[in-house]
Every structure is written in C-alpha cells, then in structure tokens.
C-alpha cells in the first residue's frame, strides 16, 4: 500500500514534470507517459520520500496557504539582510543555536530545513534527531525552546498537516 | 522603457558577478569561494535567462535548466569534498 | 505588462547585487552564505518572474516556472550541505559571534567517547 | 550590450584563469576552472551556441569539476585544503 | 567485399560487448577478442589483394551524402597497406601479450582495441576534424595501455606523452577550425581543391599549425623526450604498437596534407625529419638502454621516412612517379616498420634492457638469426627493403641535385650503424647474460615479422629490378647452408668447396678481361684456401653460410650489369666478411671498426653511382664511361669507397685488427682475396675517369702518392710488431699499397704489374697466413717472441714461409721479384721516380719483417714448452703447398700468367711490352723468369751444400741458462733476442710509424660521442620542460619557415 | 627565474605567431555553402530542427561515434588505471555520512533529474541538447546519490550491461542505415515523421537516446571507478 | 566574433602558461583543461555571424527562412565533440596523477625524472 501511494504520488510528480517541460502534445505524452512509468517502476521502491505527502484537502489548502506565508517570509528575509548589508556597520550578532522540531517525516524536515534557511537570517547547519542547528545572523535567545519557537514554529505548524 | 529596466538589471547582475569574482579572488578560505562560486551560478541563470530573452529562444532555457543542476551538484560536491565524504 | 515585468526583474537584479554585495561585505562564511543564498533565491526568482511576465508570449513560464521551483528547492539544499561542511573541518565563526550550540555539542560527544 | 557582457565575461574568466592558476590550494584552483566554464558557457549562448552552452555547462564545469575532485581524495593529505 | 566500415563496427561492437560477456566468461571475450583482431586483419587484407589485383581505390560515404557534406573514407593502395599493416601489427602484438591480457582486466583488451581502430580510423578518414577524433582516440587509448605495466617509469612516461599530445591536438584543433573559416570545408579533398583560400598569412598559420601538431605526433628531434620515455618505459607489446602502427598512421596523415602544402613547408618536413634522423642518431649513440635505443632508431627512421617522403614530393611537383614513391617512401617505411616491431617485441623477452646483457640471444639460434636479419635491415642492407629504398633515394637526389640531403642522410645512417651495429657486437661477443621468458605467442610475432622482410625485399627485387636469378645466389646458398648447419665441418666445407667450384665454372667463362682475371682470384684462390677450413673439427656453426656467401657475391659483383647489382654484391661481401671477422675470438672492437669503414666506404660507393647516375641518366655499368661532367667529383667518391677496403693510409685502421684477430683460417681469405676487392673497384673506376683534375691535381696522382707512402707506412707498422698476424696484416696494408701505387700508374706496364702483384700477394699473403694459422693452431700464441726454434718442429711450415718470403720480399727468383721488377719499370716508364723510390724502400725494409718472420719463429732455440709440438694439420699443408706450387709456377712461367693479364689490359692500354718466349721485354729492360730461377738456384744451391757440411752438430744451449748464471731478471723474455727485436730501427724510422691515423680517428670518434652526450643534455626527463621544448620548437619552426 | 623568462619569451613568440589569426580573420557575415546547405536541405532532408544535432548525429555521424569511443575509451581507461578496492569492508577510512536533509533532498530529485536528462536527449533533434548534454544530467543525478550515499554500491552488472548494449544498438542502427538507407548511421531508416515534433527526424531520437543511455553509464563508470578506487 | 576570438586565445596563453611554469601536476592538468576552454570558446566564435540565432528551428524561427536566420552549426558540432574528448583526457590525466602520487608521494612534476637522456 505504502509503496503503491508513493508509486503514484512518484508517477504524478513526474507527469507534472514532463508536461511542464514539454508542453501538451500526444506524442510527447505516450512518449512522457512510457517513460514516466518506467521510471516509476525503477524508483518507487526508493522513493520512500513521496509517500510523506498527505493527500488530503486539508493538506492541500494548507499546501497553499504555506506558500504565502514561506513567501511572506522570504520577502521580510530578504529586507533584513539587505538592511544589514547595507549599513555601514553591518549590525549583526551571529551565532549557532540549536531549536527542537516535532516533525517526523523526513519530506517534511526537508522542507522545514529549506524554508528556516531561506527566510530571515537563519541557516540550517546540521541536524541531529530532533534538534536542528541553525546559523542565526542574529541571536536574540540561546535558549532552545524560546529559539525554536521563534524560528521554527511558524511553519511546522502547516508542515505537519501537510507531511504529518 | 521595458527594454531599459531588462538591460539596467543585466547591468547589475554583471556587477554582481564581479563582486562575486572579487570574492572568488580573495577567499579567505575554500567555503567562502564555494559560496562566491554559488551566488555566480545564481546570477549567472539570471543572465542566461536575460540572453534568451533578448534572443526571443525559449529553448534556451534548457540551458539554464542545466546550469542551475549543475551549479547545485557541483556544490554539493565540493562540500561533501571538504567533509570527507566523497 | 512589458513594464511591469522590467521592473520586476529590476527589483530582482537588485537583490541579486544586494547578494552579492553581502557576500563581499560579510565577516564570515556562514554569514556570506546567509547573504548569498536569501538575497540571491529572493532575487533570481524576481529576476526570471520578471521575464516570464514580461515576454508572456513565448510561453516560456512554464519552463521558469521549473526553473525557479528547481532553484528554491536546491539552494538551500546546497546551502546546507557547504555550511555543514564547513563547520565540520572547522572553519571558524567571525568574532562577533555569540554562540555555537554545534561545536559545543560535538566537543562534549568528542569527550564522552574518549 | 552583447559586447559588454562578453568583455566583462571575458576579464572575469581570464582572471579566474590566472586564479587557477595562481591558487595556493588546489582546491581553489579548480573551483577558478570551474567558473572559467561557467562563464564561457554563457559566452556561447551569446554566441548563439545553446546546445555548447548546455555541454560546457554540464561537462566542462560540472563533471570535470567532480572528477577533478574525486581525484583529489586520492591524492593529498586530505584537509590541508580547508585555507587558503 | 566488406564494406570497410565493418573495420570501425566490429572493433567497436567487441570493444562495447567485451566488458559484459567478462563478466560471464573469460575465455569467451578473449575468443571474441583475438577473433576481432583476425577478422580485422582478413578485411584489411582481403582489400589489400582486391586492391592490388587493380581494383580502383574506393571512397566510403557516411550518412549517404556525397563527400563534403559528410564524412567521408578512401581506401586506396596506399591506404589499403598501411591498414593492412597496422591490423598486422595489432594482431601479433595482442598475440605477443597474450598473457598479459589473460591476466588483467578486461579494459586493457578493450584499449588495444579501441588503438587500433583509431590507427585505422586515421588511415582511411578523409576529414580533419575526423582526423583529430582518430587521433584522440588512439592517443587515449594509447595513453591508458601505457599503465598496463603499473611501475613509476611507465606511469612517468605516460604523463608525458599525456601532455605532449594534448599540446599537439591542441594545435590541431586550432588550425583545423582556422582551415575550416577559410576553406568552408573540413573536407580535405575538398581543402586541396581550393587550396588558394589558404594561401594568406592566416591560412599558412592555420595549416602550418595542423602540420606542427602531426610532425610532433611523428617526434621530431628536440620535441621528442616524452616519446623516449615512453619508449623505454612502456611494456614491449604496446610500444611495438606506438613505434610502428601509431606513427604509420601519422606519417600517413601527412602524406595525406601533403598536397595542401607549398614547397616552404615540404622543405620545412624535410629539414624536420633531416635533423631528427641526423640527431637521433647522434644521440642515440651514447644509448645503453636497448628500448631507448631503439626508440631513438625508430625516431630516426621515421624522419628518414618523413625526409624522404617531403623530398620525393618536393622534387616532383606534388605527382611522383608512383614507383620511386614505392620504392624510396614504401621501403624505406617497410624496413623500418617490420624491423622495429619486430625489434620491440624482442626487447621484451629480457628483463634487463641494458643493451650489453642481451648476449643469451647467441645460444638460440632462431633468436640470434631474427636479432640480426633486423639490425641489418635497419642498417639498410640487402635484400632488405630499406637498401633498395636508400639506393634510389640517394640516386634520386643526386639527379635533382640535393647534395646536402645526401651527405645528411648517409650520416644519418651511418651514425645508425654504429650502435646497431655495435649492439649486435655485444649481443654476440659478450657473456653478460639474463634470463629470458621464451614462449610461442612471443616468438611468433617477430618469426613472421622477419619472414616478412625478407619477402618484402626479394619481391622489391623481382618487381622493380630485373635481377639476373644468379643474383639471388649469395642468400639463397647461404640460406640453404644455415639449413644444413647441423652437419659436420668436414662435409660442410667440402661442400661448400664444391659449390664454389660449380659456381666458378658456371661464372668464369662469362667474363673476359680483367672481370675473368679477378673472377679467378676471387674464386680460384678461394677454392685453395677453403682447404685449410676443412682442419677444423666439430660443427662450426655459422661460418660455411659466410664464407659462401662472401665468395658468391664477390663473384657476382664481377658479374653485375649495373651500378645497382654490383652495389648489391658490394654489400653483400661486406656483410659476410664482417661476420666472418667477428667470429674471431678478440674480433669485437675491431669488426666494429671494420663494418664502420666498410659501410663509411660503401656509403662514398654509393654516393659515387648516385652521381654517375645523375650524369649518365643510367644504371648502367656501361653507360658510366660516357660520363664527362663532374668526373673528378664521382671519381674522388669511389677512389675513397675503395680505398676503404684496400686500407689505404689514414682509412687502414681497421685493418691490422681485423686481418689479425679473425680467425686464423678466416684472415688469409680476407686479406689475400677481400682486399682485392677495392684493387677490382679502383680499376674500374680508374680505367674511365682516371685522366680527371681536381682543381689542377691529377687524382690519379695523388693516389700514387697515397699508393706509395701507404706502402711505406704498412711496411714500417709490420716492422715494428711483436703479434705475428698483426705483422701479417700491417704488411699485407703496405703490399696493397703497392697495388694502388701500379694501379694509379694508368698505364699498361702499371696495371699489369697491379695484377700480377695482386696474384703474387694472393699466393703469398694466403701461404704464409695459412703456414701460421698452422703455427698457431699448435703453439696457442701469436707472439712471436714466445716462439723460437720451430723448424725442427714444424719443417713443412718452416719450408712454407721462407717461400713466401721469398716471394713477398721481391728477391729473385721467386715471383715477388717479377712484381717488383714490373712495378719498378712501370713507375719509371710513367716519370714517377720519387714515387717509385718510396716504393723501392719500403721494399727493401720489407726484408726487416720477413728475416724476422722466419727467424724469430722457426730459427734460434726451441721454447721449452713448445718441444713436443708436431706439424700443423695435414689440412693447413695441403693449400700451402698448392700456394707453393703456384708461386713456383709464376715465378718460373710468368708469362702464364702475364700474357692473359696483358690481354686484359690491352682492353684499357696500348701495350708496351714484347713477349720472346719466356722473356717479357718492356721500353726499359727484360724479364725472364726461368733464366732468372735457375741462375738463382744455383747461387743459393752451393752455399746451402756447404753449410750442410760443415755445420754437423749444432750446439744446443738453454735459453735462458746465461742468465740463470747471474741474477734472475724480472720478466725473462724481455731478454730473448726477439723481443722488442728492431728497437734500434724505431729511434730511426718510429716517427713515421706513429699513429697520427688512429689518433685522428680517436679523436674524431671521442668528438662525436662529446657532441652526442652535449645534445642529450636536452632530454632532462622533465614533462614541463619537453611541453615547453615542443612550444618552442612549433616557434622556432614556424619563425624559420618565413611566416608572416 | 631564467626559466620563466625563457617561456614568457616563447609565449610571447607564439602570441605574435598567432596574431595573424585575429587580425587577417574578417568576422563571417553569411555561411558559407556547406553550411549553407546543412541549413537549407538539412531539415527536409532528415527532418530535425536542431540542425546541429543533425549535424552531429547525421552528417558527422561519423565523429560522433568516434565521440562516444572517446569516452569509452575514457572509462575503459580509468578503470584499467585505478585499481578497485577489494570489499568495501576494508574500506579504511570511514566516510562521513551526509546530512539528513541532503539524504531526502536527493530521494526527492533523483527522478526529477534523471526525467530531465531523458527529455534533453529524447528532445535533441527539437531543443538545445541530446545525448551528451543528457547523459551528462543521467550521471549528475546518479553522481548525487553517490554524493549522499557513499556506501552504496552500484550494480555494476546493469551498468555493463547498460553500456554495452546502447553501444551495440547505436551500431546495429548504423549498419542498417547502410542497407535500409543511404550510408552509414543513416538516420532515415525511420520515417521522417512531422518535421518539429517528438517522433520525427527518423532515427535521431533513438541514437540520441541510446548515446545518452551510454554516456550516461560511461560517465557514472568513470565516477565509480574514481571514487571506489584504492587512496 | 573577434572578440570572444581574443578572449579564447587569452585563455590558451594564460593556459599554457600555468602548464609550463607551475610544477604541480594537478596545475598542470588545470592548464590544460583551460586551454581547452580557450579552444572551445575560439571555435565557436568562428561560427559565428553577428545577429543571427541558434539553428534551431522553432516557432520563431521558420524552415524557409533559416538560412538568413542562423549562425553556422558546424562549428557547436565539432565543439561538442571537442569538449567531450576534453573530458576523456582530463579524466585520463588525472588517473595519472592519482596513480604518480600513489607510487611517489608527491604530485611535483620535477620528481618523475627518472627516465632521461
């Protein structure tokens, strides 16, 4: 059952993919069609990560509602470090912290990963269990709840319905 | 005036491009010229993007398709290098 | 909408310099990477957005559409790994760093396991 | 326009080239390399080369680049690449 | 017919498949794998006879567009060859490895595969930048085979050769692209097609570049260090590959742009391969390394081929005759070809590569046999490919007038002798040994290369020479007489007896005038002398196939119609004298010496029919006498050539050593019969250009001159020895100095007196050699002062030399006064008095050696040690008293003799002599030689008579008893009365017995090996510094070939 | 010192050798007639839009075949050259695992990558691209697993056969060119098809596939061979 | 076009430079692989005709009037091959560095000498 969800959630990533790429066209699709089975079959055993994706409403609208808020983020990110980079004195207070997450499927740290290190002067060094440690270019806490509420929390509150 | 603002931003993602050289140049260390090598892939897209649409080529854009896997597994590489995992 | 696009993509070039900039400008490498990979992501998905509204008609969207999903995806990624990588054979934070929870944690492994 | 580029291209790949050249560390060097190709390949869709372009992109940086690399593991004492 | 596509698919489709069926099964992708290798061979050369039968050349279109817009192959003649060649190669080294590829991994078997389809691949593309994809993928592939041995050498060599040839695609590329914008085409049919588009600065460049990149391919003599390590280091398989297959192909690849090049550049190639095959050479002289060695051979050979292909097209404006293309370009490149792969695979049954540890070769006779029919090819003599190549090369060049490139090239070549040469010396002569690793799949290779020289050079000879079969005689009976080896002497030299006695009654009477009278010298005075071969015992191998094979060529040089066939024999003769005068125990520095200034003359013969050729239009031996222009020139080239062989003063250092230390039935053949070889030539020569000035100089007179002090000299050097052949030999040098002197008379009464001299010195030179071949063979020593008292001993031998001396030293009644009386009467006839009165002391001093001769070594008090000794073999006495019996009869008949020699030369000379009976009458007095017999007889008879009365018991006292009765000396012998006996003489006459000639060519020898080790200097071993001496090169080249 | 003296002044004879090729060299403002051709007849003649890959894959098959021995040869090489470690077992330094996020990041491009490499050589004869440039994007994505699973091993067996059998196909497409179409590695053998569109260009998307399949395993060959050799 | 012509000459110099004055072998092969760019870079710039585009036919480029449209494909065809022969070698050379540095310890070009004169 796990591998057949993650064959089609694989099969549909991929068909996405080539019509994207090649545009709506019948020869393109047998031809994306064959291919795109074939390299289902190759990787579902593999592609473990695909099975993480709920697929529910609720996870879609949350799916959305994500984006806005990671490009909300990522705008506000970028302001901030143009400002800081801007000013002469280059006001930064580096530092490494570490922030607890709650999430446990590994599509979803991924993309928890990615986001905390897109937006606002945070950069995922490592990770070790449940505790990610993050490059702040601006420590405000050193404590790892108060960090992780700052940092973290603000997406995996929808990373968690999105992957579980 | 389109063509004025598509230009004036090829300018300065040229002037990226050297800043990102002048930090290629002087290091101090290899991260940092990875990081420099990184930000020129990223501007370099930009740039090929901006060719193929003074070219009027949508097909240049698997060009920059390439570019930007590329830049990633080169990265990935060299940092997996300095860890000692290769 | 040719205009619109232009200037999209000069707010995008703008970022892209800023990145740039902060890469020059930074003290460290993970600072340089904080600069280089924001202000860069933020800028070339303006920069190709940009482009894409602004020749609407070669229908190249969907193919920047990939490209920048491909980039958002990737560059943390790589992001991650380098700055991994560099922590990991020591090279140092600036000065003006407050703390590292990281080296902290290793050493005390480091202690426990001798 | 096309010029300017290729002109400031060019300075920057040539000077990476002396960089290759000129860097303490290997690795550095190759890095310097890698961009030479990375720029030449934006050189040749300039040129109106695409299918080039995409080839030194995928070659000439990234899987020299790689193979350079995996060859490195081999020969130094690893590590003492980190500076400089 | 296979399409020759099927050449590139089932090499790829093997290569491809090869990695997977390993997996599954070893023995199946090694079947698979030589099968490949075969079935590529069986097309290339089922092309290569489609082609030959007449078909017309083919042109293979890819992609079904017709030539410049797709890639498109030729197979013609030329390319049919050189691809069946390369397949060869490929296919006997892979056999020759075969071991190696058992054991390795499956990659190497794939690599060779892939090198050769890229070799092929350069032969057959007409298309450049095809061209550089073949070039690249022979050089990667050959870049990983280096690794197949896995040592530090081999590695280091193949990183150079890494870099040296990216530098060289480098430059192809970019003169490729730059011909492409000019020329719109990578065609190069179509390139030639409008060659003036390149004709600009920037079309020289372009090409100029491409050119440079395939000349560095071909490793030209500074460029090439990389190529050296990579011949020395790499295992003997692959670069048996590298140094024929790979460089064919870029040879070929030249001549393939050859017709895209102006005369600037073809003068360019041809300097390029001039230097490269001068200076390898040189450099290779100072080699020890037998790899390196032949690498610096192989190097050198490829730009005698690259010279020679640049001059041959130069001259004929780009449309050769398609013969002299063959003969010169395809022999000379033939030769080379087969000998050094050959050579290579050799090398690779040693561990050890020094070139003086090779000596385990001279017990396998198979190896030794292969060993040397290749270092005789390269030296470039017959049958082999590369002699015919060299022969019309130099006659080519002299008829278009490059006289520089024929001084270039016989340097070259002779400077290649020398350490070939010198290697087969040591193979032979020395006792360093190693172990070798002998097995079928490895001796195979270099059997068949062998064979195939051997047929290359006798079907050159049927195709393109109409040799009469006789010709064929010397190696073919020589040939037939290693087959039967295994048969005692005795047969053998009865047989070998026979045959030149058959040979001899077939021969003679075909000739008339001198030809018969040297025929029977050559041939009578051999038969004679063969008899005292017959004491040895045991199986004597390898000497009858010599000895017939001088005798037979020496009898065909007499019989040669052109300049071509008595070049040929020349050859012959020398190659066997010299390996009969190696077999002698000592033989090593002097045999050397002796090929050297035999090839050096040679080489000066050569060089003397080139021009005759280029006067007379003709190879005709006839049609040289029509010759008026540059007489003296050509005149000079072949008095030198012969003089060689006479050993003429200043060019003799060769002989007292190899006259004396050859064996001691070997010597007499080849001082009394060999060296009237060169008197054969000289009177050849002389008789049509004899009359010729340099400047204001009468040669001919200055040959006296050299005749007479050579006589003088070799006379004085006989005096003052203390080894008895050596003493031989130094007076043989100043009888042969005589001849000369009588021959440069050009008059009637001289040349008589040449030949009778030469008779007379056949007789009594072979007599006396023999009697002390006979006196060695009991004593063990050659030192006269260690013999004494022998004629109680010895009586028969003792009765032998007193004749001989007799004879030698010109007093009555013995035939040496007849010469001597007729070489007198000549020179006075001819107004050469100070030249005759030389020779009138020389003669006289003569008498010095001979009372020493018979005294030291038969008279005096017995040797204690010699006292039980017996007479020589009954085989040495029988030739000795046939001599006698000869001597006798010209001395007491010399009319017998004269009468025919005048008859043959009346041919060149009005006569000047009467005959009355017996009497020989000439402008200045008479001769009878019986009334001069008898009267003489008659004097010495009463003397005799009464010492035998009155002598009646000799006392007999101890040697050395007289000192026993004092105090004992250090060294006893230096007291005996034979030693040191004519010191006196040396405070008088030793100044001008002083080596000022050996001296000189010691010092020339030392010179060249100072200036050989100065310019390896070069080869720092260093990659960086050979990449920057291939830049430097490509500028230096380009700066001198006039660009801009 | 004297050294780079002497090669400066060889470099700067060479410069002023070459000068002549960018100062005689007029820019080319019209192609010249062989090119000329290949874009005029070339798309009706073998049907593909990219004329360079008709050029590479048709009119120059030739050198493109010998391209794909060229790397071959390259792979064959690095394997003859290093040799492979005995068992990983022995493997004496340990190798660093890769983080956690790069483990997932690659699970989830893999597929994404390696469908691209296939629409770059599937699509050569209509975009930028084709064998090479696909193979090259095949192996980057294979390169990223073993970026981020450096234990694993790769089955070689699949790989070889891979390999062999694209190359042996690529030939066997060849030869039938010579005896259902023109010439050798004819891409006509197949209908031409509707010029601009996926199946069209006879034989060209096969070649390019089966060169990008073979590029592909001939590139990860040489990673492979790097990175599991002796240190 | 001239001017990428320049900048492709530039880079073989500077290339042959570093091969010839840095001992390094890895340098070397660095040299190398930048004078190959070099060569790549003047190819392409020989193919080129100013103002035209790719020959790629698409929607924006018709059959019909592709002569008049493109730059010369030859040249990105031969470049193609160029850079993947760049490649094998590279690849090629660096095994042997890998396999000098294994037997001797150092990548100094001036310690394979072994093999002179």
């Not at chain 5, 000022?996 to 010179?1007: I, K, L, M, P, Q």
């Not at chain 6, 010439?183 to 089966?210: M, T």
Request: proline share 3%.
């Amino acid at each position: 059952m796990k591998i057949f969800k993650q064959g089609i959630l694989l099969l549909l990533f991929l068909l996405l993919f080539w019509v994207l790429l090649t545009s709506i066209d019948s020869q393109e699709l047998i031809a994306g069609g064959v291919i795109v089975i074939l390299l289902t079959l190759v990787f579902s055993r593999k592609a473990a990560v695909f099975g993480d994706f709920q697929i529910t409403f609720k996870s879609l609208i949350y799916s959305i509602a994500y984006i806005f808020v990671f490009l909300a983020a990522l705008v506000r990110s970028n302001l901030d470090v143009a400002f800081r980079v801007l000013s002469p004195k280059l006001p930064i207070n580096p530092g490494i912290v570490k922030v607890k997450t709650s999430l446990n499927s590994k599509t979803g740290r991924l993309v928890l990963a990615n986001s905390i290190t897109l937006t606002p002067g945070t950069l995922t060094v490592e990770t070790k269990g449940d505790h990610f440690y993050i490059h702040w270019i601006d420590v405000s806490t050193q404590d790892v709840d108060l960090a992780s509420q700052e940092i973290v929390s603000k997406f995996e509150k929808y990373l968690e319905v999105m992957f579980g | 005036m389109a063509d004025i603002l598509y230009n004036t931003s090829a300018v300065l993602a040229l002037i990226a491009i050297i800043l990102a050289a002048w930090r290629l140049l002087k290091g101090p260390n290899v991260a940092d010229r990875v990081v420099a090598l990184d930000v020129m892939t990223i501007i370099s897209i930009s740039l090929i993007v901006y060719v193929a649409s003074i070219a009027q080529r949508v097909i240049y854009l698997d060009v920059a398709m390439v570019y930007a896997l590329i830049s990633f597994i080169g990265v990935v590489a060299i940092a997996r290098y300095l860890e000692r995992g290769l | 909408m040719a205009v619109f696009g232009g200037i999209i993509t000069f707010v995008g070039s703008i970022f892209l310099l800023l990145g740039a900039l902060g890469i020059v400008r930074m003290p460290d490498v993970y600072n340089r990477m904080q600069a280089g990979t924001k202000a860069t992501t933020l800028g070339i998905l303006l920069f190709l957005a940009g482009i894409a509204i602004g020749h609407i008609e070669c229908m190249c969207i969907f193919r920047i559409l990939i490209l920048i999903l491909f980039i958002i995806f990737t560059n943390p990624i790589s992001s991650h790994a380098l700055a991994r990588a560099a922590h990991h054979i020591g090279i140092p934070l600036t000065d003006k760093s407050v703390t590292d929870a990281l080296a902290e944690d290793e050493s005390e492994k480091e202690e426990a396991i001798s | 326009m096309i010029n300017g580029i290729i002109i400031v291209l060019g300075i920057i790949m040539i000077a990476s080239a002396f960089m290759a050249i000129y860097m303490r560390s290997l690795l550095s060097s190759i890095i310097a390399a890698g961009v030479i190709s990375l720029l030449a390949s934006i050189i040749y869709l300039l040129l109106a080369a695409p299918d080039v372009a995409m080839t030194e992109a995928a070659i000439g940086s990234g899987l020299t680049t790689v193979v350079f690399l995996y060859a490195f593991n081999k020969v130094k004492g690893r590590g003492e690449d980190n500076h400089g | 017919m296979v399409n020759p596509l099927y050449l590139f698919i089932i090499a790829l489709g093997t290569g491809f498949l090869l990695s997977l069926i390993d997996k599954l099964y070893r023995s199946v992708s090694l079947i698979l794998f030589y099968a490949t290798l075969t079935a590529m061979l069986g097309i290339a050369g089922q092309w290569l006879v489609e082609i030959m039968r007449g078909m017309e050349a083919v042109v293979i279109y890819t992609a079904g567009f017709q030539a410049p817009y797709s890639i498109n192959l030729r197979l013609g003649m030329e390319e049919a060859v050189f691809v069946f060649l390369a397949n060869l190669v490929g296919l006997l080294s892979a056999i020759y490895l075969f071991n190696k590829f058992r054991h390795s991994k499956v990659n190497a078997m794939v690599l060779f595969l892939m090198m050769i389809l890229g070799i092929n691949g350069l032969i057959m593309t007409r298309d450049m930048f095809n061209l550089f994809v073949f070039m690249e993928i022979t050089s990667i592939a050959t870049y990983a085979l280096i690794g197949i041995n896995r040592n530090t050498e081999s590695l280091s060599a193949g990183f150079k050769y890494i870099i040296a040839g990216g530098i060289a695609s480098s430059f192809f590329l970019i003169g490729t692209i730059y011909l492409y914008r000019l020329t719109g085409t990578l065609n190069i049919d179509s390139m030639i097609a409008s060659k003036e588009l390149i004709a600009g600065n920037a079309g020289f460049i372009a090409l100029f570049l491409a050119l440079s990149a395939i000349v560095i391919e071909l490793k030209p003599f500074p460029a090439n260090g990389w190529a050296l390590d990579v011949y020395q280091a790499v295992d003997s398989g692959v670069v048996a590959v590298i140094a024929t297959a790979s460089s064919a192909a870029m040879f070929f690849v030249i001549y393939k742009l050859m017709p895209l090049l102006n005369i600037t550049m073809l003068d360019l190639l041809a300097g390029i391969g001039g230097i490269t095959f001068v200076f390898s050479n040189l450099v290779g002289l100072k080699q020890k390394n037998a790899k390196r060695l032949l690498g610096y051979s192989s190097i050198a050979q490829m730009g005698l081929v690259l010279t020679a292909l640049s001059l041959v097209m130069k001259g004929s404006c780009g449309i050769p005759p398609k013969n002299l293309l063959i003969i010169v370009v395809g022999g000379l490149f033939l030769n080379h070809f087969l000998a050094k792969a050959g050579l290579f695979w050799l090398a690779g049954l040693f561990k050890e590569q020094d070139t003086d540890k090779w000596s385990v070769i001279r017990r396998n006779p198979l190896l030794l046999f292969i060993f040397g029919s290749f270092i005789f090819a390269l030296v470039g003599l017959p049958p082999f490919p590369g002699f015919w190549a060299k022969w019309e090369l130099i006659l080519y060049l002299a008829k278009s007038g490059q006289h520089f490139w024929i001084f270039t090239i016989l340097l070259g070549s002779f400077l290649e002798a020398i350490y070939l040469i010198r290697w087969l010396i040591s193979v032979v002569k020395d006792t360093v040994e190693q172990e070798v690793v002998l097995s079928f799949q490895k001796i195979l290779p270099p059997v068949l290369f062998m064979i195939g020289l051997y047929n290359a050079g006798f079907l050159m000879i049927i195709n393109y020479y109409s040799f009469n079969p006789l010709f064929f005689a010397p190696l073919m009976v020589a040939a037939f007489f290693f087959g039967i080896d295994w048969l005692p002497t005795k047969f053998k030299g009865i047989f070998t007896i026979a045959v030149i006695g058959a040979f001899a009654y077939h021969v003679v009477p075909q000739l008339d005038g001198i030809y018969q009278i040297f025929a029977v010298l050559f041939l009578g005075g051999g038969l004679i002398q063969l008899i005292a071969t017959l004491q040895a015992s045991g199986k004597r191998t390898g000497f009858y196939p010599f000895v017939i094979m001088m005798f037979l060529s020496l009898g065909i040089l007499l019989k040669s119609e052109t300049t071509l066939q008595f070049f040929y024999a020349w050859e012959l003769m020398t190659v066997s004298s010299f390996l009969l005068i190696l077999r002698g125990g000592k033989a090593r520095n002097h045999s050397l010496l002796y090929i050297l200034f035999s090839l050096a003359g040679a080489y000066f013969i050569l060089t003397g029919f080139a021009y005759a050729f280029a006067a007379a239009g003709d190879i005709n031996i006839l049609s040289i006498t029509n010759i008026t222009a540059y007489s003296s020139v050509i005149y000079t080239f072949f008095l030198v050539g012969f003089l060689i062989k006479t050993g003429a003063l200043g060019l003799h250092i060769w002989l007292p050593g190899s006259y004396a230390e050859s064996e001691d039935d070997v010597s007499p053949l080849i001082s009394s019969i060999l060296s009237k070889a060169g008197i054969f030539g000289m009177m050849l020569v002389a008789g049509i250009f004899g009359k010729s000035l340099f400047g204001k100089i009468e040669i001919s007179a200055a040959l006296g001159w050299l005749g007479a002090i050579t006589a003088l000299i070799g006379t004085l050097m006989a005096i003052f020895q203390e080894d008895i052949k050596k003493l031989l030999a130094y007076s043989s040098m100043g009888q042969l100095g005589y001849m000369v002197l009588s021959v440069a008379m050009l008059s009637h009464l001289g040349w008589i007196s040449a030949l009778y001299m030469s008779f007379n010195h056949l007789f009594f030179k072979a007599l006396l050699f023999i009697a002390i071949a006979g006196v060695i063979s009991r004593t063990g020593t050659r030192n006269m002062c260690e013999m004494g008292g022998l004629i109680k001993r010895m009586p028969y031998s003792f009765i032998s030399v007193l004749i001989a001396i007799i004879a030698l030293s010109g007093v009555p009644p013995l035939s040496g006064f007849g010469s001597k009386w007729l070489l007198y009467t000549a020179g006075i006839e001819r107004g050469w008095y100070l030249q005759t009165a030389v020779a009138f002391f020389a003669s006289t001093i003569a008498f010095l050696y001979c009372y020493r001769l018979i005294h030291t070594i038969f008279l005096g008090q017995p040797k204690p040690k010699f006292k039980e000794i017996k007479e020589a073999s009954l085989w040495y006495l029988i030739p000795q008293y046939i001599l006698i019996m000869a001597i006798m009869a010209i001395s007491m008949f010399p009319n017998l003799i004269i009468e025919p020699l005048a008859a043959a030369v009346n041919n060149y000379f009005s006569t000047t002599i009467d005959w009355n009976g017996y009497t020989v009458i000439s402008s200045l007095g008479y001769w009878n030689g019986n009334a001069v017999m008898y009267v003489t007889m008659g004097v010495f008879a009463l003397p005799l008579i009464i010492l035998i009365l009155t002598q009646r018991r000799p006392q007999l006292v101890k040697q050395f008893n007289i000192v026993f009765a004092a105090e004992r000396p250090d060294r006893p012998e230096t007291t005996h009365v034979a030693n040191n006996f004519f010191a006196p003489y040396q405070k008088a006459l030793g100044f001008l017995a002083y080596p000022y000639a050996t001296r000189f060519w010691s010092a020339v020898s030392e010179w060249t090996q100072t200036v050989a080790s100065l310019f390896r200097q070069i080869y720092t071993g260093n990659g960086q510094t050979y990449a920057l001496h291939i830049i430097l090169y490509v500028v230096v080249l380009y700066f001198i070939s006039g660009g801009r | 010192m004297v050294k780079r003296f002497l090669i400066l002044l060889v470099l700067v004879f060479f410069v002023i050798m070459l000068l002549p090729l960018v100062s005689d060299i007029q820019p080319q403002t019209e192609l010249n007639p062989l090119a000329k051709k290949y874009v005029k007849d070339g798309p009706d003649e073998l049907g593909s839009a990219n004329l360079v890959t008709s050029v590479i894959v048709t009119y120059r098959g030739l050198d493109t075949l010998g391209e794909v021995a060229v790397l071959f040869i390259a792979t064959a090489g690095v394997g003859f050259m290093l040799r492979r470690r005995k068992g990983s077992k022995t493997n004496p330094q340990k190798k660093r695992e890769s983080s956690e996020i790069l483990q997932t990041g690659t699970a989830l491009l893999t597929p994404l990558i390696f469908l691209f490499g296939i629409y770059i050589f599937l699509h050569g004869h209509l975009t930028p691209g084709g064998g090479f440039q696909g193979g090259v994007v095949i192996a980057s994505a294979i390169l990223l697993s073993m970026l981020s699973f450096p234990q694993s091993e790769i089955n070689h067996k699949i790989l070889n056969a891979i390999e062999s059998l694209s190359g042996v196909l690529y030939l066997v497409i060849g030869i039938l060119g010579i005896y259902l179409a023109a010439g050798f590695l004819d891409n006509r053998i197949l209908p031409l098809g509707d010029f601009g569109r996926l199946f069209s260009a006879g034989a060209i998307p096969v070649i390019y596939s089966l060169i990008g399949l073979k590029v592909g395993s001939e590139l990860v060959g040489i990673l492979d061979s790097m990175q599991r050799s002796d240190s | 076009m001239t001017l990428v012509s320049i900048i492709g000459f530039v880079l073989i110099i500077v290339g042959l430079w570093g091969m010839l004055t840095q001992n390094n072998i890895i340098k070397i092969i660095i040299g190398f692989s930048i004078i190959d760019t070099g060569i790549h870079l003047l190819i392409v710039s020989i193919g080129y005709i100013k103002g035209k585009t790719a020959p790629i036919i698409d929607s924006v480029l018709l059959k019909t009037d592709a002569v008049n449209q493109v730059v010369d494909p030859i040249p990105s065809a031969l470049v193609l091959t160029a850079i993947v022969i760049g490649l094998a070698v590279t690849a090629l050379m660096l095994v042997y560095a890998v396999n000098l540095y294994q037997r001797k310890q150092s990548l100094d070009i001036n310690d394979f000498e072994e093999l002179k004169w």
